[in-house]
Nanobody, 123 residues
């Protein structure tokens, strides 16, 4: 079956950096659009960034553009999220997701989800 497993979360000080990874198995990774979402208690899951499988088209939310970078390694079936200049408001559970739709951006368009990894930005 399909599995997405996130790793790399943790506690970091404001202004610091973290790199999240999401290892996929059970699907043909190269033809899936991959994305990262974030959720905090009591709020809906927030779209952060997506990277399509066609030409690697990338879209970022305004909240992370210029600070976060998504990349994918199709040979390793892994997508990464490099996070820099972290702020306390970046705290939350980070999820990776996979969609068979090239232009997927809304959470309902994603077919598979990881279990999430906690990121806490605090001094």
């Amino acid at each position: 079956q399909v599995q997405l497993v996130e790793s790399g979360g943790g506690l970091v000080q404001p202004g610091g950096s973290l790199r999240l990874s999401c290892a996929a198995s059970g699907l043909r990774f190269s033809i899936y659009t991959m994305a990262w979402f974030r959720q905090v208690p009591g709020a809906v899951r927030e779209f952060l960034v997506t990277k399509s499988y066609r030409a690697g088209r990338t879209r970022y939310s305004d909240s992370v553009r210029g600070r976060f970078t998504i990349s994918r390694d199709n040979g390793k079936n892994t997508v990464y999220l490099e996070m820099n200049s972290l702020k306390p408001e970046d705290t939350g559970v980070y999820y990776c997701a996979a969609s068979g739709r090239d232009r997927a951006i809304d959470s309902y368009e994603f077919d598979y989800w990881g279990q999430g990894t906690q990121v806490t930005v605090s001094s």
